[in-house]
């Protein structure tokens, strides 16, 4: 079977391999079990959407990187309960990543409809399924192997169980503004696929810690990370151009908290009618604005 790879998506793989290699080497169980705080970065409403999401990305993949940079021997009780712990960081990046995607699938791209640019809403019927195409499954499945292949603390007999994959290399992409909001459905969809995979601590079977499912499981966590800053790369390119327009560039650069105090009167709304809520009615454009409030106000 041949597999359609972007050379890019191949280049991001192999830094994370060769960056997880480096740790594994200095892995020390005392550093590994102290869990870093990211509760002041989530809660930060001071800065723009964008440069939020730029950073839950970086730290999306330091932490995912260190959290799985641990060989099979080292994984004791004690390490097993610090990796455990590690994946409530990172559930929680992951969810709030879905929620800055949301708010720019839907309330970014509508103010972009007020531009003069050409940047096609999603179709609702599509956007709320999340499925990400056969062919990309295949280049996930792909990179899985190639990280399994090259993480040394994967285990390498799993390379028995994929078959030959032929890798046909796509040295450029085409990318188009117009493509930005496939391009933000197919981020949210690595993102649902990824919360998925990393249980709550309380939930994490022990059974994750033998092979072969340890393997399978942290290949697949990584080549969905591989795939998500692939699509993320995209983003911001698409970001850049459309930063060449001052209208635009104005959009993007709004600040989160700016945006929630636009909708503030909505709250204001909610308070006047609090004692007879059961009883009040919202009109279409009432019920649109309170989407975008509950989806802004908790970035």
Known sequence: MRVAISSRHIIIS???????????????LRSYSKIENIDSMLLNRDISVEKKKRLLIEKLHSLVAKTFAISRKNIAKAAFNSLANRLLSIRKIVMKLRSINNYLETTFLNELNFLELKVPMQNNRFRNKRSIANDELEALEYMAYNLIGKVVVLDKRLLAEYKSRER?????????????????????????????????????????????????????ILALLSYLEHQYGKEMEIFSRLKKNKTAKSRIGKKIVQLARERSRLLDIMDDKAASMDKLRLDGEIKKELRKLTTTITL
């Open 168 to 220: 046909n290399i796509i040295s450029k992409e085409k990318i188009e503004v117009r493509d930005l909001a496939s391009i933000l459905g197919k981020e949210s969809g690595a993102l649902e696929h990824l919360e998925a995979k990393l249980p709550p601590p309380r939930l994490l079977p022990a059974a994750l810690k033998e092979e072969p499912l340890f393997t399978q499981w942290v290949s697949r």
């Open 14 to 28: 192999d830094k994370l391999a060769k960056e997880m290699n480096m740790m594994s080497k200095k892995f020390d």
